[in-house]
């Protein structure tokens, strides 16, 4: 029986009763309540990355200085 479903430690979690009835949690991901995100299915496996990983990249990569500017 699922209690509840929320994101903790940085990742998505759900949170069901055992057969003791002790609460105990699983990465979405190694469940069947899991649906990969819309660009992992249309992209079908041809593509590494996610556009928000990238966008991410983008920004980081702009916050770098060359040496010896400040």
């Known amino acids: 029986m699922v209690l509840a479903s929320f994101r903790c430690w940085s990742e998505d979690r759900v949170y069901f009763k055992d057969d003791r009835g002790r609460a105990v949690s699983l990465r979405i991901q190694w469940t069947s309540l899991f649906s990969p995100p819309p660009v992992v299915v249309l992209g079908?496996?041809?593509s590494a990355f996610c556009v928000d990983d990238l966008l991410e990249l983008v920004?980081?990569?702009?916050?770098?200085?060359?040496?010896g500017k400040r």
């Not at 920004?59 to 040496?67: D, E, I, T, Y």
């Open 44 to 46: 079908a496996g041809r």
């Open 59 to 67: 920004r980081l990569l702009r916050g770098l200085k060359p040496k």
